[in-house]
C-alpha cells in the first residue's frame, strides 16, 4: 500500500463514523418511509435531502436538488478532477420502508428511530437500507478531502428518492431525463453476508427483477349454516395458492442466479366483507410479488404461466374460477444482465476489498431492488456495494460496525483507483 492510501485510511475514525449514522437514521423520519404497495401515499423525503445537502455542503461541494415531484427532491454533488474522466456516480437512496409497529422494536426502546448501539451492531431503521451504507460513502470522500488528495475524474454524490418504489420518480427520472451522466456508478446497498464465525461483502453484479401482480377467485354466496350450497371463494384461493407456491417459471438459465430463484411471494389476502361473517365470500383477492426475476422475464410469461395454472385448476374443478392481472402504476421491474468482473469499477472494489481483508470478494446477483438497476437500464454501468445485511431483519434493523470500517476503506481505495490520482 502506497504512502497516499495509507494516508487516507488513517482519516476514517470509527467514532465518526458511528456519530454520522446517528445524526442521519433518525433525520426526517417518519415522513421519509415510502411503503412499496403502489395504492398507498408515497413517502416525503425533503427533510431528509436537507440533512444530507447539508453533509455535502460541509465537505466543500456545491450541491443541486432537482424534483420530478414537489416536496421529493433528489440530492446531486460534485467534485470536478483535474481531467474530468473517467466519470463515477456514487449513489444510495432517501427514503426507507415503514418501521410498523414500535412495540416490536425492542433493541432501540421501542423507537425505531433511534439509533442504539448494541455489542457490534447498530440498531434502527435504515441502518442497512440505507443510511448506514451511505455513511461509509461520506465517510470515505471526507477521508480523501482531509487528506488533499486531487482527484483525476470527476466524483457525483447522486442521492435518489422513491428507491423502495421502483425508482420511478428518483433514479429511473435522474437518467432517462439525462439529468445524470457517468461512466461508472457504485450503489451502496447492502451486500455483506454471515455465515458461522464468518463474514464478508459482496459484490453485486447483477440484479433480480420483479412484478406485482393480484389473483382473484370467484365463488357464490351462501349462509355458514349451509355452506355446501355455496361456493367458498377462499377455499378456492388456497387451492391456487397450493399450486402457485410450486410453479416454476418460464425462463432461460442466466449466467447467476439470486440467492432466491424466480417464484411467487404471497404479501396479502383479502376475502369476505364487514357484516357478512353470516356467509361464505364470493371473492377472495391475494397480492403476489413475483421476484427473483432474470433477465428475459417478461410480463406476458409471468400472467401465461399463472394462468397456466388457473387452467389446470378449472379442468379439475368444474367450479374453479380465477383471474389474474399485474397491478397498475410502475409495478414491473426486470432482471439485469451481469457486469463483467473485469469491468473497471469491479476490479477497482474486488482489488480494494482484498487490499483490506486479504480475501477475495463473492461475486453475484442481488435479489433486492436497488437504483442500480436504473442505472444499468438507462446505460450507466453499475454495481452494488455495501455493509448493510442483505437480508437485514424488518424488526430490528441493524449494520454491523466492523462492516462498516471495512466498506468506508473499500470505498476510499476504489475511489482513488478508479478515478485516479493526481500526484504533485
Not at 36 to 47: C, L, N, V
Not at 53 to 81: C, D, H, Q, W, Y
Not at 180 to 207: F, L, Q, R
Not at 229 to 250: D, P, Q, S, V
Amino acid at each position: 500500500m502506497d504512502k497516499i492510501h495509507r494516508l487516507v485510511l488513517e482519516q476514517i475514525k470509527e467514532e465518526e463514523c458511528i456519530a454520522l449514522v446517528e445524526k442521519l437514521v433518525p433525520a426526517g423520519q417518519p415522513e421519509a418511509e415510502n411503503p412499496a404497495d403502489p395504492d398507498m401515499p408515497t413517502g416525503r423525503e425533503e427533510k431528509f435531502a436537507l440533512t444530507v445537502a447539508e453533509e455535502l455542503k460541509g465537505m466543500g461541494l456545491k450541491v443541486r436538488m432537482t424534483e420530478a415531484v414537489i416536496g421529493r427532491p433528489n440530492v446531486m454533488a460534485s467534485l470536478k478532477g483535474v481531467s474530468g474522466t473517467p466519470r463515477l456516480i456514487l449513489n444510495d437512496h432517501l427514503d426507507t420502508y415503514p418501521a410498523g409497529d414500535p412495540a416490536e422494536w425492542d433493541k432501540t426502546d421501542f423507537n425505531p428511530y433511534k439509533p442504539t448501539i448494541v455489542g457490534r451492531e447498530i440498531y434502527g431503521r435504515g441502518t442497512s437500507d440505507t443510511r448506514g451504507n451511505m455513511t461509509c460513502q461520506l465517510a470515505a470522500v471526507k477521508a480523501i478531502l482531509k487528506s488533499g488528495v486531487r482527484l483525476a475524474g470527476d466524483l457525483q454524490f447522486v442521492y435518489t428518492i422513491d428507491e423502495e418504489r421502483n425508482g420511478y420518480s428518483g433514479a429511473r427520472y435522474l437518467t432517462k431525463e439525462g439529468i445524470v451522466k457517468a461512466d461508472y456508478c457504485i450503489v451502496s446497498e447492502p451486500t455483506s453476508w454471515s455465515s458461522h464465525d464468518d463474514w464478508g461483502i459482496g459484490i453485486a453484479v447483477a440484479h433480480s427483477g420483479h412484478c406485482l401482480l393480484e389473483v382473484e377467485t370467484k365463488g357464490t354466496k351462501a349462509h355458514i349454516w349451509r355452506p355446501e350450497t355455496g361456493i367458498n371463494a377462499i377455499n378456492k384461493m388456497l387451492k391456487l395458492l397450493e399450486r402457485l407456491e410450486k410453479l416454476e417459471f418460464t425462463h432461460s438459465e442466466p449466467k447467476i442466479y439470486g440467492p432466491t430463484k424466480p417464484s411467487l411471494c404471497v404479501v396479502k389476502i383479502e376475502g369476505g366483507k364487514p357484516g357478512e361473517t353470516g356467509f361464505t365470500p364470493d371473492t377472495c383477492t391475494a397480492r403476489l410479488v413475483a421476484v427473483g426475476l432474470v433477465p428475459g422475464i417478461t410480463p406476458p410469461m409471468i400472467l401465461g404461466d399463472i394462468q397456466g395454472v388457473i387452467e389446470g385448476l378449472k379442468s379439475e374443478d368444474p367450479e374453479f374460477e380465477a383471474e389474474v392481472r399485474q397491478m397498475p402504476g410502475y409495478t414491473f421491474i426486470p432482471g439485469t444482465e451481469e457486469i463483467p468482473e473485469d469491468a473497471p469499477h469491479v476490479k477497482a472494489i474486488a482489488k480494494a476489498y482484498k487490499e483490506i481483508t486479504g480475501k477475495e470478494p463473492q461475486y453475484y446477483r442481488k435479489n433486492g431492488y436497488c437504483d442500480t438497476i436504473q442505472f444499468n437500464l438507462n446505460g450507466i454501468p453499475a454495481i452494488t456495494f455495501g455493509p448493510g445485511e442483505d437480508a437485514w431483519p424488518p424488526i430490528n434493523e441493524y449494520i454491523n460496525i466492523d462492516k462498516m470500517m471495512v466498506a468506508t476503506k473499500v470505498y476510499a481505495l476504489a475511489i482513488m483507483d478508479l478515478l485516479g490520482v493526481v500526484k504533485d
